[in-house]
């Protein structure tokens, strides 16, 4: 079945550790996105990319990085200069090639815990 | 900047009856959509249903229904006969810049349907 991979779904990390979170796809989807989530703060958009070697940043991108190497993945990872970690990251991807409105797809999520 | 608003960060319901979720945007784009998420306890984000802002017809997907009032910028949703399995935390959010646009997220509804 077709659906997008997150892993870890729980991950602890220690204060000054760098951790990058995994998310595949194969949707065939051209279109990537990293999303924070924190209680009473809705999803908030940390990058995206909508093509292979390119990415840009989106809303709270201090503190994260990202890369594009192949079109089904896309990693995040968390650096010791974001400063407050611990949240819910959701990953989503989406077609951008068809009439669809654009929808996006998610994965599961993955928990970050710093200790 | 386009925003979107949820007013009514949680909401109860009880089994069988419909229940009325509020959301209002701001934007001066005239071509663009409008999207329900739902995110369940197990965290997996789905679509719920969507809405083209070119079409006067509200869209309606078996118990979920929109009321899509393009002048007042209101995008609310109807779920009716509620059953236990609409227990989730729902998401507003907008898409403009045509089908490329980035999705902007409202910070959430959390519904409880109670037996």
New interface residues.
């Given amino acids: 079945d077709g659906g997008i991979t997150q892993s870890p779904k729980y991950l602890f990390r220690k204060e000054g550790q760098n951790v990058t979170l995994s998310c595949e796809q194969n949707l065939n989807h051209d279109a990537m996105y990293w999303y924070r989530q924190d209680p009473g703060q809705g999803l908030r958009l940390i990058y995206y990319s909508q093509i292979v070697n390119d990415f840009q940043k989106g809303d709270i991108a201090e503190g994260y990085s990202v890369s594009r190497e192949k079109k089904e993945s896309f990693p995040l990872t968390v650096t010791s200069a974001q400063k407050n970690p611990t949240a819910f990251y959701l990953c989503a991807s989406r077609d951008l090639r068809t009439a669809n409105t654009g929808e996006l797809f998610f994965g599961e999520g993955s928990r970050l815990t710093v200790l | 900047a386009q925003t979107v608003t949820q007013s009514q ?1 949680e909401m109860s319901v009880q089994e069988a009856e419909t229940v009325t979720l509020s959301c209002t945007y701001d934007t001066s784009e005239n071509n663009y ?1 409008l ?1 329900w ?1 739902k995110q369940p306890p ?6 719920v249903i ?1 809405q ?1 802002a070119y079409k006067q017809q509200n869209a309606t997907e078996n118990r979920f229904s929109v009321n899509f009032q393009k002048a007042a910028k209101s995008f609310s949703l109807k779920i009716s006969d509620s059953q236990l399995g609409d227990t989730a935390m729902y ?1 507003c959010a907008f ?1 403009g810049g045509g ?5 902007i ?4 509804t959390k519904l409880s349907v109670k037996p």
């Avoid at chain 2, 197990?42 to 679509?47: D, E, K, P, T, Y």
């Avoid at chain 2, 089908?99 to 999705?103: H, K, Y």
């Fill in positions: 960060p959509y999207f998420y197990s965290r997996q984000m789905i679509l969507r083209e998401f898409s089908s490329q646009g980035n999705l997220f409202g910070k959430g």
